[in-house]
């Protein structure tokens, strides 16, 4: 089985299907190719259904919300690679960023963060491996709780 049946199958098997990638919110390309390296611009928690997941974790939203909101970042930046690339042709997931917004005094940032480490693993299996950085940040467009960027390695 290909990885692009894989992928399929794996999501299917979590009851979760890829949703169309929303569209960037500003005059940039969603993904850019140079060479042998794929880059996700900033994915957020936007759903399918037009839901849209904001505020402060810590605050508007608890850490079990965070890591779902995670998720979904995670899950927009695989639709993305499914439009723009195909899983086929991915090597592997080289590392991807995550910025969040919190309020003072709230810390549990890395499990949030695990949805999107969790997703990506339980998609994309050992290509799904991979480096990431947390940061908080003050502000993220239209009050996103979560944003999510990735590096990917062609075959």
């Not at 979560?146 to 990917?152: S, Y």
Request: proline content about 5%.
């Amino acid at each position: 089985m290909n990885l692009q049946d894989t992928v399929t199958t794996n999501l299917q098997r979590l009851g979760i299907t890829l949703p169309s990638p929303p569209l960037p919110g500003g005059n940039y390309v969603p993904v850019n190719i140079v060479k042998d390296i794929v880059y996700v611009a900033i994915q957020l928690p936007k759903a399918e259904n037009g839901s849209m997941y904001t505020g402060r974790l810590g605050s508007d939203l608890d850490t079990a919300d965070g890591y779902k909101v995670a998720e979904l970042c995670a899950l927009n930046v695989q639709a993305q690679v499914n439009q723009f690339v195909g899983f086929e042709k991915l090597l592997a997931l080289n590392h991807f960023d995550a910025y969040y917004q919190a309020a003072d005094g709230w810390d549990d940032s890395p499990l949030v963060i695990n949805g999107a480490s969790d997703l990506f693993l339980a998609a994309l299996g050992d290509t799904g491996k991979h480096t990431r950085a947390i940061f908080g940040v003050h502000s993220l467009p239209r009050n996103f709780a979560v944003g999510i960027t990735a590096t990917f390695t062609l075959r």
